[in-house]
């Protein structure tokens, strides 16, 4: 499709010289209006970047038309003007590195064997964080993610420019490979970050992994988070966030408006059991997702809604499922235990009084240590018509909720405490919500997962996230558009391919 043209008095806010760049050609206005001198300086930076200039120049003719989304690259066009002609520091910004895919995947599956062959080591370093399990599980993920790299092959074109990753708390190694291993493999550089609290984790993990051997550009840092923003955001062009909504808001607060900002945050993901669901196959799930990582996932749910037709059968089910794993709650050292201390102990004492609040509700557990940040899985059981609940526990807290009938159902989706965290939705048996919620612009047929788990289509190679504007998120260019994430596909979209924000909304200012 031809760019449409700009008409002529839009371009006369450009002066002759001004150089244009859109999808990997470099444009220039009026060329020969240039004094010669200006010409020699274009011909040096065209020869810089590797640019044919007869062929660049004559394709358009003389007077090149501004077409609409070519962007100025003004520091270009000062060096024409004036002669002063950095021209590595030109070269470096603008030539376009073609990424040798195939020898990528190569040291992509290279890495992923290392990984599974050294699982011991990294067991070692991770069973102070996170029950055997989740390590396990992690370095399953992370080289299935590695090994399927192909499944994004479109996205690695051309090396982007430098990004910015925070992590988060949970799942150090997979996240490492989500957020920081594989945008380094299409970047510059990535520059990540470790949260406070994993540091010493991630000291002892980035030692099994030799990480800068294996991708000298993939830097981790432990820097006061202040000194890291100082530092990356004067020449980063993307940052990855993963956290809070209100976190997310202060750091986004800090970085130019104009860069890309992929934002994760937090997701209710209720969990919907209707008439005629497998009960076994609904608990197993509940289960997984709700224990995993003693909590600590963005993908556990906040509310477990159920009809009433089949919560006691439920609740019985489940309740006979919990007891029968307390005996492998305790220390994350122990290989046996698949629940184990949560990451930050403080977090006890949010949910001490998060139980304190629903204590009329409780019908099972409670218990929960301080001192060593366990905190053992608990039930609470409240009707659906007496609250929704659409606070997150990060933490192995079964809230049940049961319902009457499909309109109950209906006033727990259509609300604004839910749109701002809509995410994934699970359902085991009847649903018939799926297409109003997905008219209302809650969901995509993609985060309503039918009779499956939602850890099983979690995979690292697709788009992660919900429609809510807190769940996850990508801002550019002063826009946003809630969206699911895949870092790869959106590095591509927004820092290659310069496409502009389609159906979002103008970025509201964050407060002060």
Same mark, same amino acid.
Request: charged share 25%; hydrophobic share 35%; glycine share 6%.
């Given at each position: ?21 859109? +999808?990997?050609?470099?444009?220039? %206005? $009026? ?73 990528? %995947? ?21 069973? $102070? ?15 299935? $993610? ?26 150090? *190694? ?30 002892? *993990? ?53 860069? %890309? ?50 919560? /006691? ?33 403080? $977090?006890?004492?949010? =949910? ?14 409670? +218990? ?69 919620? =997905? ?13 499956? /788990? *939602? ?58």
């Amino acid at each position: 499709m031809e760019p449409r043209v700009v008409p002529k008095r839009k371009q006369e806010l450009f002066q002759p010289g001004t150089i244009l760049k859109k +999808d990997g050609y470099i444009r220039i %206005l $009026h060329y020969q209006r240039l004094p010669e001198q200006n010409r020699r300086n274009l011909l040096e930076i065209f020869n810089a970047l590797n640019v044919d200039p007869e062929q660049a120049i004559a394709e358009f003719g003389d007077d090149i038309e501004f077409a609409e989304g070519d962007l100025p690259i003004p520091d270009i066009g000062r060096a024409v003007k004036t002669g002063v002609l950095d021209l590595d520091k030109i070269r470096q910004k603008y030539q376009r590195v073609p990424i040798d895919f195939d020898t990528l %995947l190569e040291k992509a599956k290279r890495f992923a064997d290392f990984l599974e062959e050294n699982t011991d080591r990294i067991r070692e370093a991770l069973k $102070h964080y996170e029950t055997h399990n989740v390590v396990l599980d992690e370095i399953r993920r992370s080289a299935e $993610h590695l090994r399927n790299l192909d499944k994004n092959r479109e996205y690695f074109e051309y090396q982007a420019p430098a990004i910015a990753t925070f992590m988060p708390l949970n799942q150090p *190694l997979y996240a490492l490979v989500c957020f920081g291993i594989v945008p380094a493999m299409m970047c510059k550089e990535a520059h990540i970050r470790p949260p406070t609290f994993a540091h010493q984790t991630f000291r002892a *993990l980035e030692e099994v992994l030799n990480l800068e051997e294996w991708f000298n550009n993939a830097h981790i840092t432990y820097e006061d988070r202040d000194d890291f923003v100082n530092r990356t955001k004067k020449f980063v062009e993307g940052v990855i966030f993963i956290g809070s909504p209100e976190n997310t808001a202060k750091v986004r607060r800090l970085y130019p408006s104009e860069i %890309l900002f992929l934002a994760n945050g937090s997701g209710h993901n209720p969990v919907v059991i209707g008439k005629g669901a497998d009960i076994d196959a609904a608990v197993k799930s509940v289960m997984n997702v709700t224990l995993y990582n003693q909590g600590q996932d963005c993908c556990g749910p906040n509310t477990i809604l159920v009809d009433q037709s089949v919560s /006691d059968e439920f609740m019985k089910c489940l309740l006979e499922r919990i007891k029968g794993v307390e005996h492998l709650v305790g220390s994350s050292e122990d290989d046996r235990n698949i629940v184990g201390p949560n990451t930050d102990r403080t $977090h006890t004492i949010t =949910i001490a009084e998060a139980f304190v609040r629903a204590a009329r509700h409780h019908i099972y557990g409670g +218990d929960l240590n301080p001192a060593t940040g366990l905190i053992r899985p608990t039930v609470f059981l409240k009707p659906l018509s007496e609250g929704a609940n659409y606070d997150e526990f990060f933490a192995p807290v079964f809230h049940v909720q049961p319902y009457k009938d499909e309109d109950e159902l209906r006033r727990y989706f259509l609300t604004d405490e839910y749109r701002r965290n809509a995410m994934y939705i699970t359902v085991y048996g009847e649903f018939g919500l799926v297409g109003e919620l =997905i008219e209302a612009g809650l969901h995509e047929e993609g985060n309503i997962i039918i009779e499956s /788990d *939602l850890h099983v289509h979690e995979q690292g190679f697709k788009p992660y996230g919900g429609l809510g504007i807190d769940a996850s998120c990508i801002y550019f260019q002063g826009r946003r558009k809630p969206s699911g994430i895949l870092p790869q596909r959106e590095i591509h979209t927004y820092l290659i391919q310069k496409t502009k924000i389609e159906g979002g909304d103008d970025e509201q200012p964050q407060p002060q």
